[in-house]
């Protein structure tokens, strides 16, 4: 239930996310409406078509559906008030917990029910990071795939830390907590840092 609970707050904090970038000036709130759903949805909307799962889990539980969409529209209608108070650091801060929370929830779910390994961490990192992926592509802003700095990394470098962990027997949860703790610290640090890739590492 807890879970649960974190995973709705951090739709929310997904949800304004999309709401608040500064190229929705001027659209109309259906435009704005649907940046914050995608946004919010987008990425384990595409992990369920990937793995073929019997529904996509907005679908079969609604509640996930409302809440990226009320979250969407109180952002719209509340976004001067939240660009002049310090929410809007809150949300850049809920929406790093919840890349985290989804990228390993899902790693340990998908491990845990038989996938392999390198399936379950690409699908935790397609979970947490797409969806925002596609807000910017929508919201004609850069992309991972536009540019060099490291986006997806901690990501991918947090689930495969809580496979490793998972298989020498650490204990789940503390494995879990650990994890997303160390991609939080890791994508502060990036984004604060403006981290890039190494030259070595750049297609010239």
């Known amino acids: 239930m807890f879970a649960y609970i974190l995973e709705m707050v ?18 109309d709130i259906l435009s704005v409406l649907l940046l914050g759903w995608v946004t919010a949805l987008g ?3 595409l992990r369920d078509i990937i793995i073929n799962a019997d529904q996509v889990f907005w679908i079969r ?4 559906f409302w809440v990226a969409l009320g979250s969407s529209c109180a952002g719209f209608f509340l976004i001067t008030e939240i660009r002049k108070s310090k929410i809007e650091k809150m949300v850049i801060l809920f929406d790093t917990i919840g890349v985290s929370l989804f990228s390993v929830l899902v790693t340990a779910k998908l491990h845990s029910t038989g996938y392999a390994a390198y399936v379950a961490i690409f699908m935790g990192m397609v979970t ?28 991918i ?3 495969s830390l809580y496979i490793v962990m998972h298989n020498v027997g650490v204990i789940d949860y503390i494995a879990s ?12 640090y990036v984004v604060i840092k403006h981290i890039r890739f ?4 750049i297609l010239k």
Do not use: Q, W
Not at 61 to 64: A, E
């Open 10 to 27: 951090c739709i929310v904090a997904f949800a304004l996310s999309g709401v608040m970038v500064d190229s929705n000036k001027g659209k």
């Open 43 to 45: 990425g384990g909307t």
């Open 61 to 64: 539980d609604p509640t996930y």
């Open 128 to 155: 947490a990071v797409f969806g925002g992926v596609i807000r910017d592509i929508l919201a004609h802003r850069v992309n991972m795939f536009n540019n060099t700095e490291l986006y997806a990394t901690p990501v």
């Open 157 to 159: 470098l947090g689930s």
């Open 177 to 188: 907590i650990f994890c997303m703790a160390f991609i939080v610290v890791i994508r502060l």
């Open 198 to 201: 190494p030259d070595f590492l």
